[in-house]
């Protein structure tokens, strides 16, 4: 366009000359026709000879006027040409380019889905069991999950086996709960709805309709982080290498090889798809087309990842702080930060429709965040102004102003709305941080869970030997220290660039590389506490070190710092943005490809045939009625193979299925036979799993067996210089019981045993033998 406009001045300038040309040109003409005329013929002669000759001029000059108007007006029209020829192939190379982008990212995410699925297969030899043996390998009490899809499938209509899950009285004994909102059951609902309305029961069979929708999430989730990472670099190569960290840290990405119904894996992928949508939509470089586009993508996962995960909205909350902290360094504009804010609003809003109005969204920190934030803002409405030491004290004004209200306003929605976990929870943290010590059994057997336990050094070991963890931090060094440059600019009040060059080297002032420093060092700090956080943080630091490494803007950042002038920094910067990524890439595949491909071949056997043979029994022996008590993740199993009520339910976000947990787990306590009886009959129990994995449970942390808890919370622990002992005037029941004397054979009968199981009936009538 600039080429045009200084041809089209030049043109104009010609074209004035020769206007002025002609202008003086009737003068020429008419001087020479006023000459000397003495006589009137000479004078008529003359004037007829000037008339014709003037004639001929004017011919003349209009003749080379067009010639000039032609040209001038053939000029723009091949500059014209020229640019629509040059835009024309600046825009098919992005179309290919974007075409094999796209074409890679789908191609990444659907090899991961088909690889899982072998490897699952070859894991549990799938394909060659039987349907009993096939549910038994969801571990960790997942298929709890997997029998209410089963139970949509059986119920005579979609609408009718709703109706069932919203009043189900047949999975706790003794309550009626709506177990789509207890267990978040939204994935089966919809799962079991296209299962129906496709006809696939005449093609597949529907566990593996289910655990195939299961790693096509995974595909997505995969396929997102490929295109987080090539919109944040501008090259799909970051995505691929994105995508080959990922599954080489699979242990420490996803849990979906061995737990499928897990809620995060059928949650996870719609957050991952929220992110890249959210890095979109942040960028400064694209169209107001692909902005709309991104700001209905993220808002459609948003409201999807609510309904599907209980814990999403804790998620939510820790991206809403990144996005604060974005709005009040002023690194965002504020129309931007005013629709998300839309869209969490909405997206909460339909979550608590969809929810059964569950209470627990209206005190959610995530709701508070927002209604601090927005208030905070219409009382500070120049808070971004002045100079800089005005501006850091607003600033820390402004953070208290908002921390202040959202605590206000959840701490009065708690008191309005029966929350019952609240309290629960600030007490769990409490203990977590070593500011108060308890004896309580639910607080202590969360605290034991690996999920929030300290991560090992293992994690970060095989994070280094996969060469992510050392290009993670050179990464996270260069975009940190260029975010806070940009935020010392922003409150010295320099404004934000908006159209920033690889010759500037300022990585720091993309909104989508400062969200996802904020996102990568608040996500990396609660992994540092709680090792299940660890599923999500790991995938985007393999998306945020891939991006950096083949990001020449990374490059060019550090070649500005050190002033780099032998070497002209912007060739360097597009050459090491290839070659890094290429020589880490093969390196990768040189050492790592054998490794998943010997994952493909290998044949472990899995197979438990003393659970086989429990369920068996069940199915075959106890009555269609019965009510079962154990462990939560047996209970899990017993529903989700035979159906039978069960005192508890493998939910940890549950503290009243916590508490009944906590009685069933009395069993390994101990404690006498009539106060076992009592707490299993007042749970309308008949009868009772013990297993030898936890009754004889040897552990090297010894404070976290369950025995070690029940005796804790039952004050059945004695400290003698500085060890600890168990001592009552009660032996352990779930030992004692099998010495078959009274009173334990009073109250219960032995029905099943073999190596790892012993069930008991619990007698209805008691019958006293000495």
Same mark, same amino acid.
């Given at each position: 366009?600039?080429?045009?406009?200084?041809?089209?001045?030049?043109?104009?300038?010609?074209?004035?000359?020769?206007?002025?040309?002609?202008?003086?040109?009737?003068?020429?003409?008419?001087?020479?026709?006023?000459?000397?005329?003495?006589?009137?013929?000479?004078?008529?002669?003359?004037?007829?000879?000037?008339?014709?000759?003037?004639?001929?001029?004017?011919?003349?000059?209009?003749?080379?006027? $067009?010639?000039?108007?032609?040209?001038?007006?053939?000029?723009?029209?091949?500059?014209?040409?020229?640019?629509?020829?040059?835009?024309?192939?600046?825009?098919?190379?992005?179309?290919?380019?974007?075409?094999?982008?796209?074409? !890679?990212?789908?191609?990444?995410?659907? &090899?991961?889905?088909?690889?899982?699925?072998?490897?699952?297969?070859?894991?549990?030899?799938?394909?060659?069991?039987?349907?009993?043996?096939?549910?038994?390998?969801?571990?960790?009490?997942?298929?709890? =999950?997997? =029998? =209410?899809?089963?139970?949509?499938?059986?119920?005579?209509?979609?609408?009718?086996?709703?109706?069932?899950?919203?009043?189900?009285?047949?999975?706790?004994?003794?309550?009626?709960?709506?177990?789509?909102?207890?267990?978040?059951?939204?994935?089966?609902?919809?799962?079991?709805?296209?299962?129906?309305?496709?006809?696939?029961?005449?093609?597949?069979?529907?566990?593996? #309709?289910?655990?195939?929708?299961?790693?096509?999430?995974?595909?997505?989730?995969?396929?997102?982080?490929?295109?987080?990472?090539?919109?944040?670099?501008?090259?799909?190569?970051?995505?691929?290498?994105?995508?080959?960290?990922?599954?080489?840290?699979?242990?420490?990405? *996803?849990?979906?090889?061995?737990?499928?119904?897990?809620?995060?894996?059928?949650?996870?992928?719609?957050?991952?798809?929220?992110?890249?949508?959210?890095?979109?939509?942040?960028?400064?470089?694209?169209?107001?087309?692909?902005?709309?586009?991104?700001?209905?993508?993220?808002? $459609?996962?948003?409201?999807?990842?609510?309904?599907?995960?209980?814990?999403?909205?804790?998620?939510?909350?820790?991206?809403?702080?990144?996005?604060?902290?974005?709005?009040?360094?002023?690194?965002?504009?504020?129309?931007?930060?005013?629709?998300?804010?839309?869209?969490?609003?909405?997206?909460?809003?339909? $979550?608590?429709?969809?929810?059964?109005?569950?209470?627990?969204?209206?005190?959610?920190?995530?709701?508070?965040?927002?209604?601090?934030?927005?208030?905070?803002?219409?009382?500070?409405?120049?808070?971004?102004?002045?100079?800089?030491?005005?501006?850091?004290?607003?600033?820390?004004?402004?953070?208290?102003?908002?921390?202040?209200?959202?605590?206000?306003?959840?701490?009065?929605?708690?008191?309005?709305?029966?929350?019952?976990?609240?309290?629960?929870?600030?007490?769990?943290?409490?203990?977590?941080?070593?500011?108060?010590?308890?004896?309580?059994?639910? *607080?202590?057997?969360?605290?034991?869970?690996?999920?929030?336990? !300290?991560?090992?050094?293992?994690?970060?070991?095989? &994070?280094?030997?996969?060469?992510?963890?050392?290009?993670?931090?050179?990464?996270?060094?260069?975009?940190?220290?260029?975010?806070?440059?940009?935020?010392?600019?922003?409150?010295?009040?320099?404004?934000?660039?908006?159209?920033?060059?690889?010759?500037?080297?300022?990585?720091?002032?993309?909104?989508?590389?400062? =969200?996802?420093?904020?996102?990568?060092?608040?996500?990396?700090?609660?992994?540092?506490?709680?090792?299940?956080?660890?599923?999500?943080?790991?995938?985007?630091?393999?998306?945020?070190?891939?991006?950096?490494?083949?990001?020449?803007?990374?490059?060019?950042?550090?070649?500005?710092?050190?002033?780099?002038?032998?070497?002209?920094? /912007?060739?360097?910067?597009?050459?090491?943005?290839? $070659?890094?990524?290429?020589?880490?890439?093969?390196?990768?595949?040189?050492?790592?490809?054998?490794? /998943?491909?010997?994952?493909?071949?290998?044949?472990?056997?899995?197979?438990?045939?003393?659970?086989?043979?429990?369920?068996?029994?069940?199915?075959?022996? !106890?009555?269609?009625?019965?009510?079962?008590?154990?462990?939560?993740?047996?209970?899990?199993?017993?529903?989700?193979?035979?159906?039978?009520?069960?005192?508890?339910?493998?939910?940890?976000?549950?503290?009243?299925?916590?508490?009944?947990?906590?009685?069933?787990?009395? /069993?390994?306590?101990?404690?006498?036979?009539?106060?076992?009886?009592?707490?299993?009959?007042?749970?309308?129990?008949?009868?009772?799993?013990?297993?030898?994995?936890?009754?004889?449970?040897?552990?090297?942390?010894?404070?976290?067996?369950?025995?070690?808890?029940?005796?804790?919370?039952?004050?059945?622990?004695?400290?003698?210089?500085?060890?600890?002992?168990?001592?009552?005037?009660?032996?352990?029941?779930?030992?004692?019981?099998?010495?078959?004397?009274?009173?334990?054979?009073?109250? #219960?009968?032995?029905?099943?045993?073999?190596?790892?199981?012993?069930?008991?009936?619990?007698?209805?009538?008691?019958?006293?033998?000495?």
């Amino acid at each position: 366009m600039t080429e045009i406009r200084c041809r089209k001045t030049e043109t104009t300038s010609e074209g004035d000359k020769e206007e002025d040309e002609r202008q003086n040109e009737p003068e020429l003409h008419t001087t020479r026709v006023n000459g000397p005329v003495n006589t009137k013929d000479e004078g008529s002669v003359s004037t007829g000879e000037a008339e014709d000759k003037q004639q001929k001029d004017e011919d003349e000059v209009k003749e080379e006027d $067009a010639q000039h108007k032609q040209e001038a007006s053939n000029r723009p029209e091949s500059s014209v040409r020229r640019s629509k020829m040059s835009s024309a192939s600046g825009f098919l190379q992005c179309l290919v380019r974007v075409f094999f982008g796209c074409l !890679a990212a789908v191609a990444c995410g659907m &090899l991961y889905a088909v690889y899982l699925s072998t490897y699952h297969d070859r894991k549990f030899w799938f394909s060659t069991r039987q349907e009993l043996e096939r549910e038994i390998t969801f571990q960790e009490g997942s298929g709890l =999950y997997y =029998y =209410y899809y089963k139970h949509m499938l059986t119920a005579p209509s979609f609408e009718r086996g709703l109706y069932e899950l919203t009043i189900d009285n047949k999975t706790v004994s003794g309550e009626t709960i709506n177990i789509v909102e207890r267990l978040s059951l939204y994935p089966e609902l919809i799962t079991s709805f296209v299962y129906r309305i496709t006809s696939s029961q005449d093609v597949v069979e529907p566990i593996y #309709f289910y655990i195939g929708a299961v790693f096509g999430l995974q595909a997505v989730y995969v396929t997102a982080l490929f295109v987080c990472s090539w919109v944040m670099s501008g090259t799909w190569v970051a995505g691929m290498l994105a995508v080959a960290w990922y599954v080489i840290n699979r242990p420490d990405t *996803t849990k979906v090889d061995h737990a499928i119904p897990l809620r995060d894996n059928w949650a996870l992928p719609y957050f991952s798809c929220q992110v890249a949508a959210l890095t979109g939509f942040l960028s400064n470089k694209i169209s107001s087309a692909t902005e709309m586009f991104c700001y209905l993508t993220m808002s $459609a996962t948003t409201v999807t990842f609510l309904l599907v995960w209980e814990h999403s909205h804790y998620v939510l909350f820790i991206q809403g702080l990144c996005l604060f902290l974005l709005d009040s360094f002023d690194l965002v504009p504020p129309r931007k930060m005013a629709d998300i804010h839309k869209v969490y609003l909405s997206s909460l809003f339909l $979550a608590y429709l969809f929810q059964f109005q569950n209470p627990a969204l209206l005190s959610s920190p995530l709701l508070s965040l927002l209604i601090g934030s927005v208030l905070a803002r219409y009382f500070q409405q120049k808070m971004k102004m002045g100079p800089l030491v005005a501006r850091v004290l607003k600033l820390f004004l402004h953070f208290h102003l908002v921390f202040t209200t959202g605590i206000t306003f959840s701490y009065l929605v708690k008191k309005l709305t029966p929350v019952s976990e609240s309290d629960f929870i600030l007490k769990f943290l409490e203990v977590k941080f070593g500011l108060n010590t308890t004896t309580d059994f639910v *607080t202590n057997f969360l605290l034991c869970q690996e999920s929030f336990q !300290a991560p090992s050094q293992d994690l970060f070991l095989r &994070l280094t030997q996969a060469s992510v963890l050392p290009f993670y931090f050179l990464v996270l060094a260069v975009c940190l220290l260029s975010t806070l440059q940009t935020i010392y600019r922003r409150l010295s009040g320099q404004p934000m660039t908006t159209n920033l060059r690889l010759e500037d080297g300022r990585i720091g002032e993309q909104p989508e590389v400062i =969200y996802h420093v904020f996102h990568t060092l608040l996500f990396g700090g609660l992994a540092l506490l709680f090792d299940g956080m660890k599923y999500l943080w790991t995938p985007y630091v393999c998306m945020f070190t891939a991006f950096g490494v083949c990001s020449p803007d990374l490059w060019m950042t550090v070649f500005k710092w050190l002033k780099l002038k032998s070497i002209h920094p /912007v060739v360097l910067s597009l050459i090491l943005s290839t $070659a890094v990524p290429t020589i880490i890439g093969f390196s990768l595949w040189r050492e790592y490809c054998p490794r /998943v491909l010997a994952e493909l071949s290998d044949l472990p056997e899995f197979y438990d045939p003393d659970t086989v043979e429990l369920i068996s029994w069940i199915r075959s022996q !106890a009555p269609v009625a019965a009510v079962f008590a154990g462990s939560p993740q047996m209970l899990g199993m017993v529903k989700l193979c035979s159906g039978a009520a069960v005192t508890s339910l493998p939910l940890y976000s549950d503290i009243n299925l916590l508490r009944r947990t906590e009685d069933t787990y009395q /069993v390994y306590a101990m404690r006498s036979a009539e106060d076992v009886y009592k707490i299993l009959t007042s749970q309308k129990t008949n009868y009772v799993i013990i297993e030898e994995s936890i009754c004889n449970e040897l552990s090297l942390n010894k404070g976290c067996r369950i025995k070690d808890l029940l005796d804790i919370a039952n004050g059945h622990v004695v400290y003698d210089k500085g060890e600890i002992y168990s001592f009552s005037k009660h032996g352990r029941f779930c030992q004692e019981i099998k010495l078959n004397y009274s009173p334990y054979t009073n109250y #219960f009968t032995r029905v099943f045993w073999n190596r790892s199981y012993h069930v008991y009936k619990v007698n209805s009538v008691i019958s006293f033998q000495y």
